[in-house]
C-alpha cells in the first residue's frame, strides 16, 4: 500500500473523510463535494458512522476534559494508517496542531499524535497530495475568496486553495482588500462579543461586495455561516459557497 | 454600566468605542500605516523566520535563567556606579522614586517614556507628593496634557488625529497659537519641553534592554526627549521590570533591529542609548547619580509557569496590536489596562487575575494575527486558551492568579452536556435529527441567538446531515 508521507506525493489508496459538525448540519452538499473530489482521483473514502465534532468549541473555551473526551471518541473512529482529509481548516488545525497538546502527559498521547499526524486540510490534500487536475465546465463567474484564520495560521495554507480555483478557466478571482484579516466569526466569541464581531463581519462584508463577485467562496463553515449571515441580513446577493462544493458543480 | 475591570468591563467599554466614528478612523488610519510599513520592512520572508527565531532564542535563553541574569545585572551595575534597587510591587517602587528626588530635593521632574511607570502611576504619585513629573516623549505629553492614558504602548496619543491634538493645545498651552500644521504643533510641545529638561532637577526613564554581561541600560527612541531626560538633570532614575534583562551585549542587535521594524517600520531609530553609569570624573556631562528600579509586580509568579513565561519574553513592540482586528476596532482604552491589545490580554489577567479580569481573554477571536508578527514569538493565541482555561479550573492546582474564579455552575454543566452528546454518536445523530426536522419550525429570530442574528440571518441547518446524505450514497464506514 502507498500511503502518503506528510509532504510526500505518493497517492494513498484509501482516505479517510472526516464531515465536521458544522458541515453536517449546514453545508452537507459541500460535504458531500468534497467526498466526490476525492472518489474521483480513484480513493476509496471511509467516512465513520460515529463521527460528530473535533472538540475545538470545548478546547477554546478553556473545558479542556470536556474537549478530551469527545476528541478521544473521534480518534478511536480512524484506526487504520490513512490520511484523514477535512473540509475545515479550523477544525484540521484543532485535530492537527491542538490534539497533540491536548493529550500531553496522557496515555493516550502517542495515539492521539498519530491521529494527528495524518490530518490534512480538503484543499492541501487535492492540491499538494494529489496534484489533481481539473476542468472547468461552468460559466463565466467572478469570485472573492476568504482564507479562514486557522487554515492560513495553523494549517499554514495560502496558495492551495487558490491554485485550485486559477486552474479554472472561467473563473476570476478577485482578491479582497483585508483578506488576511479575520471575519470576526470565532466560534464563541461571535457570542461573547457580539459587537466586536459584529463590527467585523460587517467590515468583511463591504470588502466582498466591494469586489463584485457573485460568490464569496471559503474552505471554512464558521466564516460561511457568519459572513454568508451578514451579507444576506444586509440584502447583498453575493452567495456563501464552500470552495468543495465549488469545485465539484463547475468540474463534474 | 460596569464597574472598571468587572467581568463583562470590556464588552461594554468595547461597545462604546465602536458606536465612536472619528476614534475608529483614528485607529484605523494609524494601524493601516504601521502595518504597511513593518509588512514593508519584513520583505524578505527567510530573513524574517531566521531574526525571530534568533529573537525568540535569545529572550526564551533570558527568561529560562532570569534570577541569575537579574543578579549578574545588579553587580554589573553596582560596579558602573549605578545604584540597583529593587521592589515587589508598584508601591514599593513609587516609595523608591520619591525617596531619591526627596532626597536632592526634586521638585520637577522630567520623563522619558516608560510602560513600567504606568503600571506605577507614578506622575499621579508624584503629583499627590507636590512633585511635578512631565512627560516629554510627544505622545505622552499630549495625553497628559488631556489627562488621559496611554492607547497604545509606542504610539500613547494615536487615538487622537492631528485636529483634536490642534485644539487641545490651544485650550491647555497658553504660548500657543492654534494650528493644525504637525510641525507647527511639535514645534511648540518643543519649546515648553527644552525649558523643563534644563529646570529639572532629575530625569526618569524606562528600559529596553538591560545588559547583564556589561550592565548596560538601553534606550530607543526617536525624539532624543529620552537622551535629554537621563542626561541633562543631575540624577537619572531608570524603571524596568525585571524580564527586561539579557544575557549578553551581542543580544541586542538583534533585538534591537526586531524591535523597531516591528514597532514603527524603521530599521533604525533616531536615537539608541547605551547607559552605563553616572558621570565619571573628568566628564563633561551626564547625571551625576544613576538609580535603577527593577520591578517584580507580578512577573515572577508569571515565570513560575513554564508555559505562560512566553508572556515575559516580550519586548514591547506593539506590532499585535497594530495587527489585532479587535484592537484595531476598540482603540486601547477600552481594555482598561496599561497594556492593551494582545500582549495586554495575556498580561492583564496574570498580574491583575483571572476573577476580575478573565473576559480579557475571551476578547479574542483566536485568529492569530498577534501570534504571527510577534518578533519573539509569543504564543499568544495558544496562552489565551491557557488562560480560558485557567479561569474556569475546577481544581486548585494552578499557580495562576484568580484561577477557577471564572468558573460558573451553569456554564460548567453546559459544557459537560455538550460532551455527552457529542461522544455519544446516537445522541448526535439525534440531535441532528432534531436541527434538520425541527429548525423550520422555529420562529426567525432565536433568542439564545439574539447577538448574533441582530446583525446576521439565522443560520438554517439543511434538510438532510452529511451522515444521511453518506449512508444514501453509501459511502464506506469503515
Known amino acids: ?252 | 454600566m460596569s464597574a472598571p475591570g468587572a467581568p463583562g468591563a470590556f464588552r461594554t467599554a468595547a461597545a462604546k468605542a465602536l458606536k465612536d466614528p472619528e476614534l475608529r478612523a483614528n485607529f484605523r488610519r494609524a494601524m493601516d500605516g504601521l502595518m504597511t510599513k513593518r509588512a514593508a520592512m519584513f520583505a524578505d520572508p527567510a530573513e524574517w523566520r531566521d531574526l525571530r527565531a534568533l529573537g525568540a532564542t535569545i529572550r526564551q535563553r533570558a527568561i529560562a535563567n532570569l534570577p541569575e541574569l537579574l543578579e549578574r545585572l545588579e553587580e554589573k551595575c553596582t560596579g558602573n556606579g549605578v545604584q540597583v534597587r529593587w521592589a515587589e510591587t508598584t508601591e514599593e517602587a513609587n516609595a523608591v522614586v520619591l525617596e531619591i528626588l526627596r532626597r536632592h530635593g526634586a521638585t520637577r521632574v522630567v520623563k522619558g517614556k516608560s510602560m513600567v511607570s504606568e503600571e506605577m502611576h507614578l506622575n499621579d504619585f508624584l503629583e499627590k507628593h507636590g512633585i511635578e513629573s512631565l512627560e516629554s516623549d510627544l505622545g505622552e505629553y499630549i495625553i497628559q496634557l488631556d489627562g488621559e492614558t496611554p492607547s497604545h504602548i509606542i504610539m500613547p496619543a494615536i487615538h487622537k488625529n492631528r485636529q483634536q491634538i490642534a485644539r487641545l493645545f490651544g485650550r491647555k498651552i497658553r504660548e500657543a497659537r492654534y494650528t493644525e500644521d504637525v510641525d507647527e504643533l511639535t514645534r511648540i510641545a518643543r519649546r515648553v519641553l527644552r525649558r523643563k529638561f534644563f529646570e529639572a532637577e532629575a530625569g526618569i526613564s524606562g528600559v529596553n534592554f538591560a545588559v547583564a554581561e556589561t550592565g548596560t541600560l538601553c534606550l530607543v527612541e526617536n525624539e532624543g526627549n529620552g537622551r535629554m531626560s537621563t542626561h541633562v538633570p543631575p540624577v537619572h532614575i531608570a524603571l524596568m521590570g525585571i524580564e527586561k534583562v539579557v544575557e549578553r551585549l551581542e543580544d541586542v542587535p538583534p533585538l534591537y533591529s526586531l524591535l523597531t521594524r516591528s514597532a514603527t517600520g524603521q530599521a533604525i531609530t533616531t536615537y539608541f542609548n547605551m547607559i552605563t553609569g553616572p558621570r565619571g570624573p573628568g566628564e563633561k556631562d551626564g547625571p551625576r547619580e544613576v538609580h535603577l528600579v527593577i520591578l517584580d509586580n507580578g512577573r515572577s509568579r508569571i515565570f513560575s509557569d513554564r508555559e505562560l513565561s512566553a508572556t515575559l519574553r516580550c519586548i514591547r513592540c506593539g506590532a499585535c496590536m497594530n495587527h489585532c482586528p479587535v484592537y484595531t476596532r476598540v482603540g486601547g482604552h477600552a481594555y482598561d489596562a496599561v497594556y492593551p491589545g494582545p500582549i495586554g490580554k495575556i498580561l492583564t489577567p496574570q498580574t491583575e487575575g483571572l476573577g476580575r479580569r478573565h473576559d480579557l481573554a475571551h476578547a479574542s477571536s483566536l485568529c492569530g494575527a498577534c501570534g504571527e508578527v510577534c518578533p519573539v514569538g509569543i504564543p499568544i493565541a495558544e496562552l489565551l486558551v491557557r488562560l480560558r482555561r485557567e479561569a474556569v479550573r475546577g481544581d486548585r492546582s494552578s499557580a495562576v492568579l484568580g484561577a477557577g474564579e471564572a468558573r460558573s455552575r451553569l456554564e460548567s454543566l453546559a459544557w459537560a452536556a455538550w460532551a455527552a452528546a457529542h461522544r455519544s454518536p446516537s445522541l448526535y445523530r439525534l440531535m441532528g435529527l432534531a436541527a434538520t426536522r425541527l429548525s423550520r419550525l422555529l420562529p426567525a429570530r432565536l433568542p439564545v441567538l439574539s447577538r448574533w442574528t441582530s446583525v446576521r440571518e439565522t443560520p438554517r441547518p439543511a434538510r438532510r446531515t452529511l451522515h444521511e446524505l453518506v449512508e444514501r450514497e453509501g459511502v464506506d464506514n469503515a
Open chain 1, 1 to 252: 500500500m502507498s500511503l502518503s508521507e506528510p509532504g510526500g506525493r505518493a497517492k494513498p489508496e484509501a482516505v479517510y473523510y472526516y464531515g465536521t459538525c458544522l458541515m453536517d448540519l449546514f453545508f452537507p452538499e459541500a460535504g458531500m463535494a468534497g467526498i466526490r473530489l476525492l472518489r474521483r482521483e480513484g480513493l476509496r473514502v471511509v467516512f465513520p458512522r460515529g463521527q460528530t465534532c473535533c472538540a475545538q468549541p470545548a478546547f477554546n473555551c478553556g473545558y479542556h476534559e470536556e474537549a478530551r473526551a469527545v476528541a478521544r471518541a473521534q480518534i478511536a473512529l480512524f484506526p487504520r494508517p490513512y490520511p484523514i482529509v477535512v473540509p475545515s481548516g479550523s477544525c484540521a488545525a484543532m485535530m492537527k496542531h491542538h490534539y497533540p497538546a491536548l493529550f500531553e502527559g496522557d496515555p493516550f498521547q502517542e495515539q492521539a499524535e498519530a491521529f494527528a499526524s495524518r490530518v490534512f486540510e480538503l484543499t492541501q490534500f487535492l492540491a499538494d497530495v494529489l496534484e489533481v487536475e481539473l476542468s472547468d465546465h461552468g460559466e463565466s463567474v467572478r469570485v472573492a475568496w476568504h482564507p479562514s484564520c486557522h487554515s492560513l495560521r495553523e494549517m499554514g495554507i495560502a496558495e492551495e486553495p487558490k491554485s485550485l480555483l486559477a486552474q479554472l478557466v472561467n473563473v476570476e478571482r478577485v482578491p479582497l482588500i483585508r483578506e488576511r484579516e479575520c471575519c470576526g466569526f470565532g466560534g464563541t466569541f461571535s457570542v461573547r462579543e457580539p459587537e466586536i464581531s459584529a463590527a467585523m463581519v460587517e467590515d468583511k462584508a463591504t470588502d466582498v461586495v466591494s469586489t463584485g463577485a457573485s460568490l464569496l467562496l471559503s474552505g471554512d463553515g464558521g466564516c460561511l455561516l457568519n459572513i454568508g449571515g451578514r451579507l444576506a441580513a444586509r440584502g447583498d446577493r453575493v452567495r456563501p459557497t464552500h470552495v468543495a462544493e465549488f469545485l465539484w458543480e463547475r468540474t463534474k
